[in-house]
């Protein structure tokens, strides 16, 4: 299991287009991939759950993968919250 | 009569049709069969999916992306696996689909409409469309076949949904009366594009009706009537013929020259605000774009829009207009438009603060990025550059100085782009007013923002109610200021134009022919009224009328004057 702790720098934070950004790179990827904010933990995979967590501009999150390609999968999630998830 | 929001112009009477909601309680019930009931699950979840898409795509082509985009969100929610996989999991322990189906997209409604933000209250209207829609399929309830109603139909439905929307057949619905949705809603937009009248957010209309009754919708005061008694249906129907002829009258005016009574050519330009609204430039048969207001780019987007989505953007605009000119306005913000990523400081007077050409003079290095996208844009047309809220000389020139830098850089880099391009001003606030024959040896045009100048020139806050009654561009010392403006350009030899909603205004029209105002630069669904009210004006009528008007005392005075002396269209 690999985590890093990041920073949510868009804007709008983790609304629809953030999030669908964020849920179709990350479903490729064997590996479970939460978003941990706030206490609770959320499933990367899924735009609902990303937009139900309610992540603001500036808001400190860690992302948890776990599983064969656990080190790609972190890499990749930690670019796209870096470059503002596509935007 | 029922008062509602004046949607979207035009007289409608018709034969009512209630959208009714429909009825979509379920018999929970226990399972036995897990495989099949997931099997119906996922057959309604695809057919849901076959069904979007086809309305996405059809509403993309009639009516537009930003429309269709809804629909597409819908798509992408249903498809996610927090959806269908949670439905699964609840069948799984013996819950039938329907059960399935409420209990997910209730939840995800409930967290999504509990949280303060507005973004994420539409996400659980979107939700509940799904829900609703799914609920439909499973319980087998077909809807209402808009696309079948008789013509003359007058829709009356709580809201329409997107999916009403796309089967609506223009030449069958004659009116639309919604219970909620203001002048922005889906609704509203897609009535408008329709030309179909409309009034929305009339309280409790649905159950005031019965299919069949008469309603009289009018679109443009936000009134309607329903089984209207006496007179009021003959003298509707009179308007809506008035209505439609003066519509035919105007349609006269299409591909004509916009002239004076006695033959004085005018430009009649649009307003635009996306590349997109171009088109409805040329379709309402605008001789070119009075203003391009560029923040559209800036807003719908989290960053600083690239040198090449501009370009792209600017270059759609341009080459649609085919030639015709476009006047693209650089960036406008601050005062009341807010771009969050570009982190503004709250200011005590934002009206009077840190914005338009004061904020891109001192960020020159994402400005240089607009006017060399800008400036690449003007290889594909005729592209001019204006500048918001210039005050002092000093800003026109800096900024033709970026450009004149930016042009050597293009002339290197061997990239094709209009050496000649102008630099104007719009002209909006007092000082500009007062300096604008100064203004006028360095500008190649000016654009009068009226909106601005009134504001600034009269001191006041128009969405203060206390003080709105101030705020009028017929204001004898706003029509000063315009007069002033326009004599400085005609004086120094370069054209000027309007780009506020008074240029369309039929009260002012005369006031500017007398003036000597070049362009007009209006909303496009105006182009024909303008064009038909300049042309019952003869130069001099005007004069004799804006001399009489500039000698009076009050605000009241004077439009009381102009109403009394207007033209009948």
């Given at each position: 299991?690999?985590?890093?702790?990041?920073?949510?720098?868009?804007?709008?934070?983790?609304?629809m287009?953030?999030?669908?950004?964020?849920?179709?790179?990350?479903?490729?990827?064997?590996?479970?991939?939460?978003?941990?904010?706030?206490?609770?933990?959320?499933?990367?995979?899924?735009?609902?759950?990303l937009?139900?967590?309610?992540?603001?501009?500036?808001?400190?999150?860690?992302?948890?993968?776990?599983?064969?390609?656990?080190?790609?999968?972190?890499?990749?999630?930690?670019?796209?919250?870096?470059?503002?998830?596509?935007? | 009569?029922?008062?509602?929001?004046?949607?979207?112009?035009?007289?409608?009477?018709?034969?009512?049709?209630r959208?009714?909601?429909?009825?979509?309680?379920?018999?929970?019930?226990?399972?036995?069969?897990?495989?099949?009931?997931?099997?119906?699950?996922?057959?309604?979840?695809?057919?849901?999916?076959?069904?979007?898409?086809?309305?996405a795509?059809?509403?993309?082509?009639?009516?537009g992306?930003?429309?269709?985009?809804?629909?597409?969100?819908?798509?992408?929610?249903?498809?996610?696996?927090?959806?269908?996989?949670?439905?699964?999991?609840?069948?799984?322990?013996?819950?039938?689909?329907?059960?399935?189906?409420?209990?997910?997209?209730?939840?995800?409604?409930?967290?999504?409409?509990?949280?303060?933000?507005?973004?994420?209250?539409?996400?659980?209207?979107d939700?509940?469309?799904?829900?609703?829609?799914?609920l439909?399929?499973?319980?087998?309830?077909?809807?209402i076949?808009?696309?079948k109603?008789?013509?003359?139909?007058?829709?009356?439905?709580?809201?329409?949904?997107?999916?009403?929307?796309?089967?609506?057949?223009?030449?069958?619905?004659?009116g639309?009366?919604?219970?909620?949705?203001?002048?922005?809603?889906?609704?509203?937009?897609?009535?408008?594009?329709?030309?179909?009248?409309?009034?929305?957010?009339?309280?409790?209309?649905?159950?005031?009706?019965?299919?069949?009754?008469?309603?009289?919708?009018?679109?443009?005061?936000?009134?309607?009537?329903?089984?209207?008694e006496?007179?009021?249906?003959?003298?509707?129907?009179?308007?809506?013929?008035?209505?439609?002829?003066?519509?035919?009258?105007?349609?006269?005016?299409?591909?004509k020259?916009?002239v004076?009574?006695?033959?004085?050519?005018?430009?009649?330009f649009?307003?635009?605000?996306?590349?997109?609204?171009?088109?409805?430039a040329?379709?309402?048969?605008?001789?070119?774009?009075?203003?391009?207001?560029?923040?559209?780019?800036?807003?719908?987007?989290?960053?600083?829009?690239?040198?090449?989505?501009?370009?792209e953007?600017?270059?759609?605009?341009?080459?649609?207009?085919?030639?015709?000119?476009?006047?693209?306005?650089?960036?406008?913000?601050?005062?009341?438009?807010?771009?969050?990523?570009?982190?503004?400081?709250k200011?005590?007077?934002?009206?009077?603060?840190?914005?338009?050409?004061?904020?891109?003079?001192?960020?020159?290095?994402?400005?240089?990025?607009?006017?060399?996208a800008?400036?690449?844009?003007?290889?594909?047309?005729?592209?001019?550059i204006?500048?918001?809220?210039?005050?002092v000389?000093?800003?026109?020139?800096?900024?033709?100085?970026?450009?004149?830098?930016?042009?050597?850089?293009?002339?290197?880099?061997?990239?094709?782009?209009?050496?000649?391009?102008?630099?104007?001003?719009?002209i909006?606030?007092?000082?500009?007013?007062?300096?604008?024959?100064?203004?006028?040896?360095?500008?190649?045009?000016?654009?009068?923002?009226?909106?601005?100048?009134?504001?600034?020139?009269?001191?006041?806050?128009?969405?203060?109610?206390?003080?709105?009654?101030?705020?009028?561009?017929?204001?004898?010392?706003?029509?000063?200021?315009i007069?002033?403006?326009?004599?400085?350009?005609?004086?120094?030899?370069?054209?000027?134009?309007?780009?506020g909603?008074?240029?369309?205004?039929?009260?002012?029209?005369?006031?500017?022919?007398?003036?000597?105002?070049?362009?007009?630069?209006?909303?496009?669904?105006?182009?024909l009224?303008?064009r038909?009210?300049?042309?019952?004006w003869?130069?001099?009528?005007?004069?004799?009328?804006?001399?009489?008007?500039?000698?009076?005392?009050?605000?009241?005075?004077?439009?009381?004057?102009?109403?009394?002396?207007?033209?009948?269209?």
């Amino acid at each position: 299991m690999v985590s890093a702790k990041l920073k949510i720098v868009n804007g709008e934070g983790l609304h629809m287009r953030p999030a669908s950004v964020m849920s179709k790179a990350m479903t490729p990827f064997q590996s479970s991939i939460k978003i941990k904010f706030n206490g609770k933990e959320y499933d990367a995979k899924s735009v609902m759950m990303l937009m139900s967590a309610c992540i603001k501009q500036g808001a400190e999150i860690e992302v948890v993968c776990d599983g064969p390609d656990e080190k790609d999968a972190l890499k990749a999630a930690t670019d796209l919250i870096n470059n503002g998830l596509g935007d | 009569m029922y008062e509602g929001i004046a949607a979207s112009r035009g007289i409608g009477i018709g034969a009512v049709c209630r959208i009714e909601e429909h009825d979509l309680t379920f018999d929970m019930h226990q399972v036995e069969d897990v495989a099949a009931e997931k099997q119906r699950l996922h057959d309604a979840v695809k057919r849901f999916k076959e069904e979007t898409t086809e309305m996405a795509e059809d509403v993309r082509k009639r009516i537009g992306p930003k429309e269709a985009a809804i629909l597409e969100g819908h798509l992408e929610m249903i498809s996610d696996p927090a959806m269908v996989g949670e439905m699964d999991k609840m069948i799984d322990s013996r819950q039938c689909a329907e059960a399935a189906a409420t209990a997910v997209c209730d939840m995800f409604i409930n967290m999504f409409s509990s949280m303060s933000d507005e973004l994420m209250n539409q996400r659980a209207a979107d939700v509940r469309d799904i829900k609703t829609s799914i609920l439909k399929l499973l319980l087998g309830i077909e809807d209402i076949d808009i696309s079948k109603v008789a013509p003359g139909t007058v829709l009356v439905a709580r809201d329409l949904t997107p999916s009403m929307t796309s089967q609506i057949v223009k030449e069958n619905v004659a009116g639309i009366i919604t219970e909620i949705g203001g002048k922005t809603s889906h609704s509203a937009i897609l009535a408008r594009a329709l030309e179909i009248p409309a009034v929305l957010s009339v309280p409790g209309i649905l159950d005031q009706v019965h299919d069949k009754d008469t309603a009289i919708i009018d679109g443009t005061e936000g009134q309607v009537f329903i089984n209207p008694e006496g007179d009021v249906l003959s003298t509707y129907i009179r308007k809506r013929e008035d209505y439609i002829r003066k519509q035919g009258e105007l349609r006269k005016f299409y591909g004509k020259d916009t002239v004076t009574a006695d033959g004085k050519k005018l430009e009649l330009f649009c307003n635009i605000g996306t590349p997109k609204d171009a088109k409805k430039a040329m379709e309402c048969d605008g001789e070119g774009i009075g203003l391009f207001r560029s923040e559209f780019l800036f807003m719908n987007s989290s960053h600083l829009p690239s040198e090449d989505e501009q370009f792209e953007a600017y270059k759609e605009a341009v080459e649609t207009m085919q030639g015709r000119a476009v006047i693209i306005r650089t960036l406008d913000i601050g005062g009341d438009k807010d771009i969050p990523y570009l982190h503004l400081k709250k200011e005590d007077n934002p009206f009077l603060g840190f914005r338009a050409v004061r904020y891109c003079l001192k960020n020159a290095d994402a400005y240089k990025v607009q006017l060399r996208a800008i400036m690449r844009a003007s290889a594909f047309g005729k592209v001019k550059i204006m500048l918001p809220l210039v005050t002092v000389v000093d800003e026109i020139r800096a900024a033709k100085a970026l450009v004149a830098d930016i042009a050597k850089d293009l002339e290197a880099e061997d990239i094709d782009f209009d050496r000649n391009i102008e630099v104007g001003c719009m002209i909006e606030t007092a000082s500009a007013s007062l300096i604008a024959d100064k203004l006028a040896k360095e500008s190649a045009f000016f654009s009068i923002g009226t909106n601005d100048l009134t504001q600034y020139t009269m001191s006041v806050d128009r969405g203060n109610p206390h003080v709105a009654y101030l705020y009028s561009a017929f204001q004898p010392s706003v029509l000063r200021s315009i007069r002033n403006i326009i004599k400085a350009a005609n004086e120094a030899g370069i054209p000027v134009g309007m780009c506020g909603e008074a240029a369309a205004d039929p009260l002012m029209i005369p006031l500017l022919i007398a003036f000597g105002l070049d362009e007009y630069s209006v909303n496009p669904v105006l182009v024909l009224t303008a064009r038909c009210i300049i042309s019952k004006w003869s130069v001099e009528e005007a004069k004799a009328l804006a001399d009489k008007v500039m000698e009076l005392d009050t605000e009241k005075e004077i439009v009381d004057l102009l109403k009394a002396s207007a033209k009948e269209l």
